[in-house]
């Protein structure tokens, strides 16, 4: 991983500082409400999402639409540890460029 991204840098190219990762809500009525995050989503998503949505008839659920490894929140990447670093290892692990 950090021959790649030297390799990146001595090259003079820049380290993307950013993913876009789909995320999709569905309303359906006052049914249910679900909410489609990409990857594996740390568990404070449900917490996050369900303050924000309300946490009845509410379903999170992870691996829609893309699967990099964790999606960390960013108390997560604050506090370290294997899930802060899922996107990361993930992204430098493709060959973006030649996919370009």
Known sequence: ??????????????????YRAP???WQFGDALTL????????ADYAALVGQ????????????NNDCFGYLPTAQVVREGGHE???????????????NA
């Open 84 to 98: 802060a670093i899922g996107i990361t290892l993930w992204i430098w692990g493709q060959n973006l460029r030649a």
């Open 1 to 18: 991983m950090a021959r790649h991204m030297f390799g990146e840098l001595d090259r003079g190219e820049t380290l993307p500082g950013t």
């Open 35 to 42: 909410v489609a995050l990409p990857a594996e989503p740390v």
């Open 23 to 25: 995320v999709a809500v």
């Open 52 to 63: 924000t949505l309300g946490r009845e008839k509410l379903w999170v659920a992870g691996f």
